[in-house]
Nanobody, 125 residues
Framework: QLQLVESGGGLVQPGGSLRLSCAAS????????IGWFRQAPGKEREGVSC????????KYADSVKGRFTVSRDNAKNLVYLQMNSLKPEDTAVYYC??????????????????WGQGTQVTVSS
């Protein structure tokens, strides 16, 4: 079974940047679409972004468009989420997830079968 591990979370001031990484053990990410999700305390899980390995296309939630960028490092078998201009409302546990088929159809978590354990992102002064 595909196992995913997120890293790169931490505490950052408003306006700052972080880059999250999603790594897979034992399997290449080539055959999956990789999504990023987040969940803040007391709130529902929100789809943030998705990377389609079929054609490199990407999807973003309106709340992060223009600030977040998802990308793939083929050589390292990693998917990144670059987060710029961070706001306190971006504070959440961030998860990466994989769906087979290599294409992102939506940012619905129900489409993704494999999930990482999450990494905390806190935006605060």
């Amino acid at each position: 079974q595909l196992q995913l591990v997120e890293s790169g979370g931490g505490l950052v001031q408003p306006g700052g940047s972080l880059r999250l990484s999603c790594a897979a053990s034992k399997f290449t990410l080539d055959y999956y679409a990789i999504g990023w999700f987040r969940q803040a305390p007391g709130k529902e899980r929100e789809g943030v972004s998705c990377y389609s390995n079929s054609n490199g296309s990407t999807k973003y939630a309106d709340s992060v468009k223009g600030r977040f960028t998802v990308s793939r490092d083929n050589a390292k078998n990693l998917v990144y989420l670059q987060m710029n201009s961070l706001k306190p409302e971006d504070t959440a546990v961030y998860y990466c997830a994989a769906r087979s088929g290599r294409l992102c159809f939506s940012l619905s978590g129900a489409e993704f079968a494999s999930w990482g354990q999450g990494t905390q992102v806190t935006v605060s002064s």
